[in-house]
């Protein structure tokens, strides 16, 4: 049984480091640098004020509607049926493709609510999405981690429903690629670029933390705030510092003594010794005259001196 459980543990993990191997970046390009882009027209209700953070272009309807009391536009331009939206809007083509490409998918139930999803990419099961109450979306404390959502249909957010990003998860990693189209509902808090094949509908008193790119149809707002997401730097200084510190203390303690050496005896004392000193053993005059060898030399020589 333990070696059951081991085992399906094991598995679990390989498939999430599988799944997470499989995503790979989606690259908009110049599609990048807008907030709002659209191919027949981008239109913001009259009795709203919406504020975009980032480009707003349509192409090839060069047709903009900011509403009686208008947009507030920060961080960037509006292009119609210019030659940047033009590019934009093929850019926008290629990343929808790559989006919808990306494979192995996880198939997971249309309600996305309520649950957590680690990075991947996922695809719906009848092929539409809805997200009633959060969705927590789990890097798992990796900043580059990506997560893509594939729907063949749609995408439909219910009021005060909303995505919220943790451990690391950022909004630039996060993409909706929509078959048809999306609708945002009111109040709600919205994360990624949505990517839909026809058209997106903003509802009154949504915020957006991502992009609503529009390939065939149109873009409305109502009173909303989206904001172009950037990725923040991450931190791949590597900690070089060594630890050179080498401790060259010597103990320069010479332990010189000799349990062999004996005490010099006091002089006089006749014991051997080797300093040449006096007591230390050694003769400490030199004897002045002849030495008796023992053989009677010494007698005859004591004769000769005392002869007349």
């Known amino acids: 049984m333990a070696l059951a459980v081991s085992v399906a543990a094991a598995l679990v993990v390989m498939q999430q480091n599988d799944s997470r191997a499989a995503v790979s970046a989606v690259t908009l390009g110049t599609a990048g640098s807008f907030a709002v882009l659209a191919a027949t027209g981008v239109t913001n ?8 953070h980032g480009d707003i272009g349509s192409d090839p309807t060069g047709s903009y509607t900011p509403g009686a009391l208008g947009v507030t536009q ?3 331009t509006v292009h119609l049926a210019d030659a ?5 809007q093929e850019d926008l083509t290629v990343a929808y493709g790559v989006a919808a490409g990306q494979s ?5 139930p249309t309600e996305l609510g309520s649950t957590t999803k680690l990075p991947g990419v996922y695809d719906s099961a009848d092929g539409t999405f809805g997200i009633t109450g ?3 979306l789990d890097a798992g404390g990796d900043p580059t981690a990506q997560f893509v959502f594939q729907t063949s249909t749609t995408l439909t957010t219910a009021s005060a429903s909303s995505v919220l990003l943790i451990n690391g998860a ?4 996060v993409f909706w690629q929509v078959g048809s189209s999306a609708e945002l509902g009111t109040g709600s808090t919205f994360v990624g670029t949505i990517m839909a094949n026809i058209s997106i509908t903003v509802t009154t008193g949504t915020t957006i933390q991502g992009r609503v790119l529009a390939r065939t149809g149109a873009v409305t707002l109502d009173d909303n705030t989206i904001t172009r997401p950037a990725c923040a730097p991450v931190d791949t200084t590597v900690d070089t510092t060594v630890d050179t510190t080498v401790d060259t203390t010597v103990d320069t303690t010479d332990d010189t003594t000799d349990d062999t050496s004996t005490s010099a005896a006091p002089a006089g004392s006749g014991s051997t010794g080797t300093s040449g000193r006096p007591g230390s053993g050694q003769v400490s005059r030199v004897p002045v005259g002849s ?10 020589a004591r004769l000769q001196r005392q002869a007349p």
Request: glycine share 10%.
């Open 134 to 136: 959060p969705l927590v």
């Open 74 to 76: 920060t961080g960037g």
């Open 170 to 173: 950022q909004a630039c990693n």
């Open 104 to 108: 192995p998918s996880t198939e997971v």
């Open 45 to 52: 209700a009259d009795t709203a004020v919406t504020t975009v």
């Open 291 to 300: 030495v008796d060898a023992g053989d009677g030399s010494a007698d005859m």
């Open 84 to 88: 940047v939206a033009e590019k934009a």
